[in-house]
């Protein structure tokens, strides 16, 4: 059975720092490229992060360039979010997904976000 679980989220305050991680099982995590997006109360799900499967090549949204940074551990099958000089804006369920073309698409459940003071 695939998992992929979220951790790390919480209450912070504008311009402190969270890292999110998520943990897969069931899966070999170097064969799927992985993201990270969001949603906000009454937004879309919208894309923050992608990074290759080797770790090689990332993506930012706009909203979160200079201040988020992707990573992953195939080793321990984990990707990580370093997330800096959080604003409100940035607050919201964050989501991981595996990205496995034929091999399929994960989700994991979310975890919460609020960057408030």
């Known amino acids: 059975q695939v998992q992929l679980v979220e951790s790390g989220g919480g209450l912070v305050q504008p311009g402190g720092s969270l890292r999110l991680s998520c943990a897969a099982s069931?899966?070999?995590?170097?064969?799927?490229?992985m993201t990270w997006h969001r949603q906000a109360p009454g937004q879309k799900r919208e894309l923050v992060a992608a990074?290759?499967?080797?770790?090689?090549?990332?993506l930012y949204a706009d909203s979160v360039k200079g201040r988020f940074t992707v990573s992953r551990d195939n080793v321990e099958n984990t990707m990580y979010l370093e997330m800096n000089k959080q604003k409100p804006e940035d607050t919201a369920v964050y989501y991981c997904?595996?990205?496995?073309?034929?091999?399929?698409?994960?989700w994991g459940q979310g975890t919460q976000v609020t960057v408030s003071s």
């Open positions: 997904q595996a990205v496995g073309g034929a091999l399929g698409n994960y």
């Open positions: 069931g899966i070999t995590l170097s064969n799927y490229a």
């Open positions: 990074i290759g499967r080797a770790g090689d090549s990332t």
